[in-house]
């Protein structure tokens, strides 16, 4: 059984997270719990495509 820590993972580029998942069976999320690796991965690849911080401010101009 291998286990790797959330916060290992959050160090690494996507494509390197994701190899070091495919090789683990379990992910030692904050909240000191075990999530199957297979799951994780899945919640990786879908919320890594999107900005959480937006690079520009919106700024509304009036005419």
């Known amino acids: 059984m291998k286990v790797v820590s959330v ?7 996507l494509r390197e ?3 070091k998942l495919s ?10 719990m ?3 690796s297979e799951e994780f991965s899945r919640i990786l690849q879908n919320s890594g495509s999107v900005h959480k911080k937006v690079a520009h ?3 509304v101009v009036r005419a």
């Open 23 to 32: 090789e683990a069976d379990w992910v030692l999320d904050e909240g000191a």
């Open 17 to 19: 997270a994701l190899r």
């Open 7 to 13: 916060y290992e993972l959050r160090k690494l580029p």
């Open 34 to 36: 075990f999530v199957p």
């Open 57 to 59: 401010q919106h700024r």
